[in-house]
């Protein structure tokens, strides 16, 4: 199979979700075990911070929902892109759903990071570098979402909403950096990839697993909705009827 | 190892119970939300379309039969 066919065949709304359906049953296990044992592990085997107490265990959620917040926007500007660039039905298809998951993803990094600095800093909202660029981060997956409903025609949607999630890259790079280049009171990043952690393994291990399960609960949570989307935007199509048809009789 | 004596102590979490709980709660919750909300889509996408279909055919029947 050459490049390109390949490249046809993912962008086929009706492949994806014949394939897609075969990986979820995988994905949903694979969720389901790394959260609930990165949960027990975070909530009640880690050790409390010696300076924080058991505030701490709030990063267990607040780091792996911020990671993929950050991550789920590169995803959905990428599928921006190659639906403005090539006019791939499937990317536009995933960037409605992608946008709802990285709102609500950055709304529990900013919820959590609040709960968690009122015990630790006596605040719960500062005007913090990091946490300003991630409010603004926030509003851009609104924007996007807002987008797709303020149009009547729904190219017109698709391409608004790709071209605002690829002017809005720029915020990520900040985001990123806010935290060397404003020190004000966030933390600077514990986890690099270039360097060890500044965390002791006893902590650092349940994070790493409660970050996988939040990257297998975005995949499936990302194929979830844009099935959804497939069926609703492919309803006229025969394939979709002939779904219909097995599933009535 | 377990790092909390009893029950009520892992509920109090040392005096910050209250902000790790709801940070978990709601977190959860909402990550429940982005689950069931695409199926819940899809039921519906597939529901009507079925209704259409079964309208359709039941029309057929009686233009059908009117013709005869």
């Not at chain 1, 050459?2 to 949903?28: D, E, M």
């Not at chain 2, 996408?45 to 279909?53: H, M, S, T």
Request: glycine share 8%; charged share 15%.
């Amino acid at each position: 199979m050459t490049f390109t066919q390949w490249f046809h065949r993912l962008g086929s709304p009706r492949w994806f979700y014949q394939a897609s359906g075969k990986w979820l049953p995988w994905l949903a296990a694979a969720t389901l075990i790394l959260l609930v044992a990165g949960l027990v592990w975070g909530l009640g085997f880690a050790p409390a911070d010696a300076k924080q107490g058991n505030s701490f265990r709030i990063i267990y959620i607040h780091v792996p929902a911020a990671f993929l917040a950050l991550a789920g926007y590169y995803v959905m500007a990428v599928a921006g892109a190659i639906g403005l660039i090539w006019k791939m039905k499937l990317a536009e298809m995933a960037m409605r759903p992608a946008a709802t998951l990285g709102a609500a993803l950055t709304f529990i990094s900013l919820f959590t990071g609040a709960l968690w600095g009122k015990p630790t800093w006596g605040t719960y909202w500062v005007w913090d570098a990091r946490i300003t660029s991630m409010l603004v981060l926030f509003f851009l997956y609104l924007g996007v979402i807002a987008l797709h409903y303020a149009y009547t025609s729904r190219d017109a949607a698709t391409r608004a909403g790709a071209v605002l999630a690829l002017v809005g890259t720029v915020n990520i790079p900040i985001i990123y950096k806010s935290v060397d280049w404003w020190y004000t009171l966030h933390q600077p990043a514990t986890i690099k990839l270039t360097e060890a952690p500044t965390m002791h393994p006893a902590m650092f291990q349940p994070l790493v697993v409660m970050i996988l399960g939040f990257y297998c609960f975005y995949a499936l949570a990302l194929i979830l909705g844009l099935r959804a989307e497939i069926l609703h935007r492919e309803r006229r199509t025969r394939w979709v009827r002939e779904l219909i048809g097995e599933d009535a009789v | 190892m377990f790092q909390f004596d009893s029950f009520q102590a892992l509920v109090a979490m040392g005096g910050h119970g209250f902000y790790v709980w709801i940070s978990y709660g709601v977190s959860l919750a909402v990550m429940a939300w982005l689950v069931i909300s695409p199926l819940k889509r899809k039921r519906q996408v597939l529901g009507n379309l079925k209704r259409q279909q079964r309208r359709t055919v039941a029309d057929g029947r009686r233009t059908g039969e009117a013709s005869y």
